[in-house]
């Protein structure tokens, strides 16, 4: 039998003290961590600036069309935000394939009075995220856009280095000229486990002090919502959960005072599908145990909006099973009861995409008081819907 030397005794007992200061670093950094990011809110919801009433009188309308896509063969999940002159500028993902290296994000204004869109234009590549962020990437994912209370738009986007969408990490952009030229990606710090698997898909909000609320998820040992709370530099600050397990997904928040917010998410757990509804009536601190709607979910995103001086509105897929019907709910009492008021694809007289997808729902009603719905059709194109509240209610 070999005999261990004096060398090799030292170089193990080494090994175990670095292997004991490891494992007792952990829950310290851990707790440390938690007791950061899941303190009170010290501040509530911000008010939303105000949109001009429906008018009773007003006649309804209804302008479907296609953006422009000259450049990708797939694009999916878009997002915007107003900006000057009642204009409005989106973004989304496209490339050859989601996930594959080649998807950027792009974006592209809407002008009213043309009531045109422009061309598309690349705004970050993989390559020039690579760069900025000085780490190797694979894809880029999810975009997600809103305005912090000096009017600067922040532009949160997905990465991955290693892995699928469950090695993520959340990245920021910020103009002070409506989307014209952008500060270049920072990552987010929002997680301790080698700050990956945590994802966006909803609009970020305002608080009242300042600070941003970013409503994320994560795909890694879990599938739950959580809100971020960043400071004025876009640093995480605090961290609350919104779900727990492994079925729920891309939450959206809707705040409709300063303390209460009702949020929605994406259920991927087992049947039956429905749209899961989260409740907060301090400002965000705590959120109410996540329950299933009326409303059907097939495992996919949802967009919500709270109309002014009307209802909460909803747009999802009326389905369990597929992504080919979108439709448009509302509810007069905070998301208790659900009407059905439009069905907008999978219908008989709508026009069919080659890919019967109709997905990724972002809904946002403008200064003016209209409605503007972004999504997914067909994985080739992203269609804007844009109605006022008459259309809505089914006025003639």
């Known amino acids: 039998m070999r005999r261990t030397s004096g060398s090799e005794k030292a170089s193990v007992a080494v ?38 009433p429906a008018a009773s009188a007003s006649r309804p309308f209804y302008r479907p069309q296609l953006l422009p896509n000259n450049t990708t063969r797939s694009v ?16 989304w993902f496209g490339g050859s394939r989601e996930g594959a290296s080649d998807v950027a994000i792009y974006t592209s204004v809407f002008s009213p009075p043309e009531k045109v869109w422009s061309p598309e234009r690349v705004l970050v590549t993989r390559e020039s995220a690579q760069r900025h962020l000085q780490r190797y990437l694979r894809k880029l994912g999810n975009p997600a856009v809103g305005r912090d209370r000096s009017g600067r738009l922040w532009l949160f986007f997905v990465s991955v280095s290693v892995g699928g969408w469950a090695g993520s990490a959340i990245n ?32 970020p909000l305002q608080f009242a002090d300042g600070t941003i609320g970013l409503p994320v998820y ?25 779900s727990w397990g492994r079925s729920s997904l891309q939450p959206v928040i809707v705040p409709w005072s300063e303390t209460d917010a009702v949020g929605f998410m ?40 709270l109309l002014a001086n009307g209802p909460l509105v909803l747009a999802f897929n009326n389905s369990q099973e597929n992504r080919d019907d979108l439709s448009l709910a509302y509810s007069k009492d905070r998301g208790n009861t659900w009407n059905i008021a439009r069905r907008l694809e999978g219908g ?7 890919m019967p997808e109709y997905s990724y729902p972002w809904i946002m009603q403008d200064r003016a008081g209209n409605v503007h719905l972004l999504y997914t059709w067909g994985r080739t194109h992203i269609k804007h819907v844009h109605f006022n509240v008459a259309w809505l209610e089914g006025k003639r």
Do not use: C, Q
């Open 15 to 52: 090994g175990w003290r670095r292997w004991v200061l490891l494992a007792t670093a952990i829950p310290v950094f851990g707790g440390l961590y938690l007791k950061i990011f899941t303190a009170p809110s010290p501040a509530g919801f911000a008010s939303p600036e105000a949109a001009a």
């Open 76 to 91: 999916h999940s878009a997002t915007a935000a107003e900006i000057s002159g009642g204009r409005l500028r989106a973004f």
């Open 172 to 203: 920021l952009m910020v103009s002070e000229d409506e989307g014209e030229t952008w500060s270049p990606p920072r990552r987010l710090v929002t997680s301790p486990f080698f700050n990956i698997s945590t994802l966006v898909r909803g609009s």
């Open 218 to 242: 994560h795909e890694f040992l879990g599938k739950f919502g959580e809100l971020l709370r960043l400071d004025a530099e876009g640093h995480a600050i605090r961290k609350t959960r919104l």
């Open 266 to 305: 994406r259920y991927s757990g087992d049947p039956p599908g429905r749209v899961l509804m989260v409740h907060t009536s301090d400002a965000g601190a705590h959120w109410s145990p996540p329950v299933k709607t009326a409303l059907p979910n097939p495992n996919a995103a949802v967009g919500a909006v």
């Open 348 to 354: 008989a007289a709508s026009p069919k995409a080659s």
